[in-house]
């Protein structure tokens, strides 16, 4: 599967800010998927995961509360709401399918697709 991140952008600290993974080549329905993210000199880090259905969820404790991973399997495609942004969420932000729902470290992820730059300003 090719997925492709996209949203991504410039905002203020407090700001909101919605990713969406496309996937194509087949349907990601079946699969649970993963959002994680990078900075310049510093490891890819876990953010968020959505199981199949779409009826779990699980967060870095980072992100807990402000951000919301849901999916629409119908449209094949999963998305990252960030709310109440903060400048040490910039980053290049990535989508990946895990291989469980539990999964947080990237060896536990493939497909990686093409990620998005989020820049938050103080």
């Known amino acids: 599967v090719q997925l492709q991140a996209s949203g991504g952008g410039l905002v203020q600290a407090g700001g909101s800010l919605r990713l969406s993974c496309a996937a194509s080549?087949?349907?990601?329905?079946?699969?649970?998927m993963g959002w994680f993210r990078q900075t310049p000199g510093k490891v890819r880090e876990f953010v968020a995961a959505i199981n199949w259905s779409g009826d779990s969820t699980h967060y870095a404790d980072s992100v807990k509360g402000r951000f919301t991973a849901p999916r629409d399997n119908a449209k094949n495609t999963v998305y990252l709401q960030m709310n109440s942004l903060k400048p040490e969420d910039t980053a290049v932000y990535y989508c990946?399918?895990?291989?469980?729902?539990?999964?947080?470290?990237?060896?536990?992820?493939?497909?990686w697709g093409q990620g998005t730059l989020v820049t938050v300003s103080s």
């Open positions: 080549g087949r349907t990601i329905a079946s699969y649970n």
């Open positions: 990946a399918v895990g291989v469980r729902f539990s999964a947080t470290v990237v060896d536990e992820y493939g497909d």
